[in-house]
C-alpha cells in the first residue's frame, strides 16, 4: 500500500482507485503509517550540501517550533549544521539549539567545542548566540567552561553579548550556587557599563544572584537613573523595582515633617486630602514650625530617581506604569504622590488583564490616598461589557472613594448596579451599599430603606444578601427599627438561602424583646422544619430557643425543649454538642447551677456592630505591582520592602567620580527633553489639564514657543511658568538670551505673515528647530491676531502628533507618546491660482490659502442640513470644504451656511452640548451674534469621525429655540490626499494584500471613457490625490484616513477587451469596501 507523502497533501482526500481513504480521525491508520517518514524530506534538506536548501530547512523547523510543534527528533540532524559557514543558517540553528538544548543535554555535548568556537566568531550575534545555547546546557560538568565564556562575554566589545552575557548568570547560578562570589564579581563588572542595552540585564541577574549585596548598587545609582528612560521597558521595570528597595534602605522618609521641606518640590497634579485643607496661611504656619522641630531635607539622590522616573508615567507599557506607580506611592510625599493617579486611570482603557492589576492596586491605594482619585470617580463607574471580577473591583475603588460630596452620585450609580444580571456582582453592590451606610453615618437611614424595599425583590440572591447586609446595619442602632425585623421574620417562609435565614434567626433571637410577639411564634415554625434545615440555620434555632426560653420562658419552654431533643440525636457533631452544652446552660439542674446563673450574661450579652471594612485594608505591606500583593499572599522570591531607616546611611557612598560627557551633554539634554512635559505650573491647571509633549527641542526659545501655543493654557498660567522658569536654579544668562531671541524671531515671523501674501513657510534663522507647514503657520498666526479662542489650535512640530481640542480633554491626556501618523496634509503640487481665489473665501483666516494645500477637486455640493420651515426661518446648509481644518488636522472640514429667511433677527446662534458616540468629536464653530432678516453667514467647523460614516448628531441654537440636526459623511469625505511617486505606489500596495484588498469588476458606459471624465468622477467621490502612471487607461489614487492615517490606495484598471476591474488596498477594510461601492455607483451612472 502507498504511503501518503508527509507535505502538500491532504491525508483525508480522496485515494486513487483500489487504494483505501485516509480518514481525519487520529485513530485512523493513516496518520500513524507515516509516523517514521515525518520529517525525512527535512532531514534530506539538512544534509544537504546547498545552503539554500539548508536554510529552508532551517526556517521551516523554526516556523514548526513559533506553532508549538515538537521538532526535538531533528536535534541530531539540525546539531550538525552548527558549524555551517553560512551566516543565516547558522544563526537558526543557533535559534533552535536554544530551544532544545536543555532536552537533548548529551548530543549537546557533542558540539561543545563548536559552541566555544562560536564564542570567538566574528559575528556578535554568532558569538551572544553560542554563550545562550551553553548557558541552556543544564549539565553541572560543564560548569567551568560556563564561567570561562560569561566572564569573555563580560569584557566583548559588543554590548549585545555583555547583555547575553548577564542573561547567563542566573542561569549559572541555578546549576551552581557555589559559583556565586566568582558571578558577583561580574556583575560588578558589568553594573559599571555605561550602555542602556546591558543595565536592565545586569540588575536583573543582581536581583536573581545577590540583592543583599546593596554596596554594588552606591556608586552606580545615579547612573542608573539617568539611564533609566533609555532602556527597554522590561529593563525599566526590573531597575524600577529594585531601585525602590534601594531607596527604602538609604533615604528617609519624606513622610515625616513632610510641610517642612525645605527644597521646593515639583506640585503634584492633585493635592492630598490634607493640601485641600490647608488655608492661605498654611505657609506661614510651617514657618512658625521651623524652629519648633527639624526639617526634613530630601537627599538630593531620592530627588533625583523621583525627577527621572516621573516622564516614564507616559509610557505605552502597563508594567513600566505600574513600577512607577508603585515607586511614588513607596518614595514620594504625599503633595507628589497624586501624579501617578492619572497614569493608572489611562490603563483602565487597557485589556481587562491590565484593568484587573491596576485595579487590585487603586484599590489598596484608594484607601491610605483616598483624595487622590476623586476627581477621576466617574471612570471607575461600571460598564455593562466589564467581565465580573473588573466590577468588583472597581465597586471596591468606588466604596472606597465614597464620602459626603459625592455619596449620592455614587449611590445612584449602585441603585443601577442592582438591575444587573450577573448575580455575583449584584450580591457584591448590595454588600458595597452596607459599607457605604457604616462609613458614612447620613446617609445610613437611607440605604436601610433601599435594601428593605430590595426584600421584595423577585429574586431570591437579592433578598437573602439584602438580608445578611440588614442584619448587620440594625446592629448599629437596633431600637429605632424595630418594624424593619418584623418585616424580616415574616420572610422565613420564602428565602431559602441558608445564610439569610440564619441571619434573620440571630436578628430576631438578638432582639427578641422588641418583637416579643412574633418571636416564638418564628421558633414554632422553624422547629417543624428543623430536620429539613442546613447545618448554619439549625444552629441560629438552637440559639433562638435558649435566647426565648431565657427571656420568655412561659410561651417557649416546650418548643425549646423540643428543638433540644432534635438536634440531641442530629447527624453532625456540631449541632448535637451545641444542643447538649445549651441545654445543660440554660436548664437548672443540681451539677450544672452555677453556670445557668450566668445563662443571661452569656446568652444575651451586649454584642459590639460589626466593622464593615475593605479586603484589601492590610494589602498595603505587599509592595504594590508585585504578585504577592495581587494574590494577598506571599509568593516564592518575593523579597520585603525595607522599613524606612531612622538615621539616612551616609550619602557620599554614592560620590563617583562622573566622566564629562555625562556631566555636560546628557544631563542638560534629558532636563530640556522632560521640562516641556512637567512644567511647574503644569501642577496648577485643574483636574482636565493636557501635559502637551515636545520633540526633542535643541532650544530654548523653541519649546518655550511651542508651549505658548498648546492647547488649554491660558496667559496667566503661562506667566506663571515664566517666573517659575526665571527662578530655577542653575538657569543661565545665555539660556535668557535665547529666549529673547526667540520672542524677536517670533515677531518677525507674525509680522512676515501678516504683511505678505501667502508667501508660504518662513522659518526664521534664530529659530534652531524646523517650521511647521505654510498653511498651519499662517493660519495660527492670523487667528491669534484676530483673539479667537487658542483653545482650538495648537502649532505643532512636523514631528509631533497634535493634541486634542481643548473642549475635549479625557481623563488623561497621554496621546503624546502615540507614534507619529503621516499627516494628511499634501506637499506641494500644482494648482491653479484662479481656483485658490475661488475656494479663498472659505477659510475664517485674513490670510489667503496657500494652493499646495488645496484639494485637486471640491467634494460633495452643499446639502440641506436644516430647512427653512423646520428651522422656523432659519436655513443651515453645509458642504465638505476638503481643506485641512486648522483646530485639527484629523477632522474633518465643514463649511455651514447660514440663511435667516424671517422677519426677526436671530441672536447666538451656536452649537448646543453634543451628546455623541464614543471616539467622534466636534469643534463647534464660534457663536453667531445676530443675523439679521435675509441676511447670510458662513461659519467653519471641524467633526472628528474617528474613520466611520456614523452619523454625528447635535444641536443647532438660538437664544430662543434648539433644532437637532445630523451630519454623516460620505466614506470618500473621511480621507485627506497623499501624493506619491509610482514606485512607492507599488510597494504600498505590495503590503496591503490579501483581506486589505477589495476588487470589484465594471463596466464603463462610453461616457466615462476619457481620462479627465475618470479622474473628476472619481475624485469627486472620494478626496484622494492623483499618483502618476506609465501604463494607460489605467488610473491610480491614494489618500490617508485623517484619524488614524491609514493608507487607501486605488486602481482603475479600465484596459480594454474585458470589463474594467477596481482594486482598493486599506488596513481599513470597511472603509475599503464602502469606497468601493461608491466609485462603482460613480463609474457606471
Known amino acids: 500500500m502507498s504511503v501518503a507523502p508527509a507535505y502538500n497533501e491532504d491525508k483525508g482526500g480522496s485515494a486513487g482507485p483500489g487504494e483505501p481513504e485516509y480518514g481525519h480521525d487520529p485513530a485512523s491508520g493513516g496518520i500513524f503509517s507515516s509516523d517514521y517518514k515525518r520529517h525525512d524530506d527535512l532531514k534530506e534538506m539538512l544534509d544537504s550540501n546547498k545552503d539554500s536548501l539548508k536554510l529552508e530547512a532551517m526556517k521551516r523547523i523554526v516556523a514548526m517550533i513559533a506553532r508549538g510543534k515538537n521538532a526535538s527528533d531533528l536535534f541530531p540532524a539540525v546539531v550538525k549544521n552548527v558549524a555551517c559557514k553560512n551566516i543565516e543558517v547558522k544563526k537558526l540553528v543557533y535559534v533552535y539549539l536554544v530551544r532544545y538544548a536543555e532536552e537533548q543535554q548529551d548530543l549537546a555535548l557533542l558540539s561543545i567545542s563548536t559552541f566555544q568556537r562560536g564564542l570567538k566568531d566574528p559575528n556578535q550575534l554568532i558569538r551572544a548566540s553560542a554563550l545562550r545555547v551553553l548557558s541552556s546546557i543544564r549539565v553541572p560538568i560543564i560548569v567551568p567552561i560556563m564561567m570561562l565564556a560569561i566572564k569573555e562575554a563580560a569584557s566583548d566589545m559588543s554590548p549585545y553579548v555583555r547583555k547575553t552575557a548577564a542573561h547567563a548568570i542566573p542561569k549559572l547560578y541555578s546549576l551552581d550556587s557555589d559559583q556565586k562570589d566568582q558571578l558577583i564579581e561580574v556583575i560588578e563588572k558589568l553594573l559599571a557599563d555605561k550602555t542602556t542595552l546591558v543595565a536592565g540585564s545586569v540588575v536583573m541577574a543582581f536581583e536573581e544572584v545577590c540583592p543583599e549585596r546593596i554596596d554594588l548598587i552606591h556608586k552606580n545609582y545615579r547612573k542608573l537613573c539617568n539611564l533609566l528612560i533609555d532602556v527597554e521597558e522590561w529593563g525599566q521595570v526590573v531597575i524600577i523595582s529594585m531601585l525602590t528597595r534601594y531607596a527604602r534602605t538609604q533615604f528617609l522618609s519624606p513622610t515625616q515633617n513632610e510641610s517642612l521641606l525645605e527644597e521646593n518640590p515639583e506640585k503634584a497634579f492633585y493635592g492630598s486630602e490634607e493640601d485641600e485643607a490647608k488655608g492661605a496661611g498654611s505657609e506661614e504656619a510651617a514657618s512658625a514650625a521651623l524652629p519648633a522641630r527639624k526639617p526634613y531635607v530630601m537627599d538630593p539622590d531620592h530627588r533625583l530617581l523621583l525627577r527621572n522616573t516621573k516622564p516614564l508615567l507616559q509610557s505605552r507599557s502597563a508594567a513600566v506604569v505600574m513600577a512607577v506607580a508603585q515607586l511614588y506611592f513607596h518614595l514620594a510625599p504625599k503633595a507628589e504622590v497624586g501624579v501617578i493617579a492619572k497614569a493608572l486611570v489611562r490603563l483602565l482603557r487597557s485589556h481587562s488583564e491590565v484593568q484587573y492589576v491596576v485595579l487590585q492596586n487603586v484599590a489598596t491605594m484608594s484607601i491610605k490616598r483616598r483624595g487622590m482619585f476623586e476627581p477621576y470617580l466617574k471612570s471607575f463607574y461600571i460598564r455593562s461589557t466589564d467581565p465580573t471580577q473588573i466590577k468588583i473591583l472597581k465597586l471596591e475603588v468606588l466604596t472606597n472613594l465614597a464620602n459626603e460630596t459625592n455619596i449620592p452620585t455614587v449611590l445612584r450609580e449602585f441603585q443601577t448596579y442592582i438591575r ?136 417557649t419552654k416546650l418548643l425549646t425543649q423540643y428543638v433540644l431533643s432534635l438536634a440531641k440525636y442530629d447527624q453532625n457533631y456540631d449541632i448535637r454538642d451545641r444542643a447538649r452544652f445549651t441545654r445543660q446552660l440554660i436548664v437548672p439542674s443540681e451539677q450544672g447551677g452555677a453556670l445557668s446563673r450566668h445563662a443571661k450574661k452569656l446568652f444575651l450579652a ?244 496657500v494652493p499646495s494645500l488645496l484639494s485637486p477637486v471640491s467634494g460633495v455640493g452643499r446639502q ?222
Open 420 to 555: 444587573s444580571m450577573d448575580k455575583d456582582f449584584v450580591a457584591a453592590t448590595i454588600q458595597a451599599i452596607g459599607r457605604c451606610a457604616t462609613n458614612i453615618g447620613r446617609v445610613r437611614d437611607t440605604c436601610l430603606n433601599g435594601l428593605v424595599q430590595l426584600l421584595s425583590n423577585r429574586d431570591e440572591l437579592v433578598v437573602a444578601e439584602s438580608v445578611v447586609v440588614i442584619k448587620k446595619l440594625l446592629q448599629m442602632q437596633p431600637a429605632q427599627h424595630g418594624e424593619i425585623i418584623k418585616h424580616l421574620a415574616k420572610l422565613t417562609d420564602n428565602i431559602q438561602v441558608p445564610m439569610a435565614r440564619a441571619s434573620i434567626l440571630w436578628l430576631i433571637g438578638e432582639y427578641c424583646e422588641h418583637v416579643p410577639k412574633i418571636a416564638p411564634d418564628v421558633l414554632r415554625k422553624m422547629a417543624k422544619s428543623f430536620t429539613a434545615e442546613e447545618d448554619i440555620v439549625k444552629l441560629q434555632v438552637i440559639n433562638l430557643a435558649a435566647k426565648l426560653y431565657l427571656t420568655n420562658s412561659k410561651q
Open 864 to 1085: 440641506e442640513l436644516l430647512h427653512r420651515v423646520a428651522g422656523e426661518g432659519l436655513a443651515v446648509d453645509y458642504a465638505f470644504s476638503r481643506q485641512p481644518f486648522s483646530g485639527d488636522p484629523h477632522m474633518v472640514s465643514l463649511l455651514i451656511h447660514f440663511s435667516n429667511s424671517s422677519d426677526t433677527p436671530i441672536k447666538g446662534l451656536h452649537v448646543g452640548t453634543p451628546k455623541l458616540p464614543a471616539g467622534i468629536s466636534i469643534q463647534e464653530f464660534p457663536e453667531i451674534e445676530s443675523l439679521a432678516p435675509g441676511e447670510s453667514a458662513t461659519a467653519v467647523m471641524g467633526i472628528n469621525f474617528c474613520d466611520s460614516t456614523q452619523a454625528a448628531n447635535f444641536q443647532l441654537c438660538t437664544q430662543v429655540r434648539q433644532f437637532y440636526v445630523s451630519i454623516q459623511p460620505p466614506v470618500g469625505e473621511l480621507m485627506a490626499p497623499v501624493f506619491m511617486s509610482e514606485n512607492e505606489f507599488k510597494k504600498e500596495q505590495g503590503k496591503l494584500t490579501g483581506m486589505n484588498e477589495i476588487t470589484e469588476k465594471l463596466t464603463l458606459p462610453d461616457s466615462c471613457r476619457s481620462d479627465h471624465t475618470v479622474v473628476q468622477k472619481v475624485t469627486a467621490t472620494a478626496n484622494l490625490g492623483r499618483v502618476p502612471c506609465g501604463t494607460s487607461d489605467e488610473y491610480r489614487f491614494a489618500g490617508r484616513t485623517l484619524t488614524s492615517g491609514s493608507l487607501v490606495l486605488l486602481t482603475l484598471d479600465a484596459r480594454s477587451p474585458g470589463p474594467a476591474q477596481l482594486t482598493v488596498n486599506s488596513e481599513k477594510m470597511v472603509i475599503g469596501t464602502m469606497l468601493v461601492k461608491d466609485v462603482v455607483q460613480a463609474l457606471t451612472q
Open 606 to 849: 451586649p454584642k459590639p456592630a460589626p466593622v464593615l471594612e475593605s479586603s484589601f485594608k492590610d494589602r498595603d505591606h505587599f509592595q504594590l505591582g508585585s504578585l504577592s500583593h495581587l494574590l494577598n499572599a506571599k509568593a516564592t522570591g518575593y523579597q520585603e520592602l525595607p522599613d524606612w531607616p531612622e538615621e539616612a546611611p551616609d550619602p557620599s557612598v554614592r560620590n563617583v567620580e562622573v566622566p564629562e560627557w555625562t556631566k555636560s551633554s546628557n544631563r542638560e539634554k534629558r532636563k530640556e527633553k522632560e521640562k516641556p512635559f512637567y512644567s511647574d505650573s503644569e501642577g496648577e491647571s485643574g483636574p482636565t489639564e493636557s501635559a502637551d509633549s515636545e520633540p526633542e527641542s535643541e532650544s530654548e526659545p523653541d519649546s518655550k514657543s511651542s508651549s505658548e501655543s498648546g492647547s488649554g493654557e491660558s496667559s496667566s498660567e503661562s506667566d506663571n511658568e515664566d517666573q517659575d522658569e526665571d527662578e530655577e536654579k542653575g538657569r543661565s544668562s545665555e539660556s535668557e538670551q535665547s529666549e529673547e531671541e526667540g520672542e524677536k524671531s517670533k515677531r518677525k515671523k507674525r509680522k512676515k505673515v501678516t504683511e505678505g501674501q501667502g508667501e508660504g513657510s518662513s522659518s526664521d534663522e534664530g529659530s534652531d528647530s524646523s517650521s511647521s507647514s505654510s498653511e498651519s503657520e499662517v493660519s495660527s498666526e492670523s487667528e491669534e491676531e484676530q483673539g479667537e479662542p487658542v483653545s482650538w489650535r495648537k502649532k505643532t512640530p512636523p514631528s509631533s502628533k497634535s493634541a486634542p481640542a481643548a473642549k475635549e480633554v479625557s481623563l488623561l491626556d497621554l496621546e503624546d507618546f502615540t507614534p507619529t501618523s503621516a499627516q494628511p496634509v499634501s506637499p506641494p503640487t500644482v494648482v491653479s491660482s484662479s481656483l485658490a481665489a475661488d475656494l479663498e473665501g472659505l477659510t475664517l483666516t485674513d490670510s489667503p490659502l
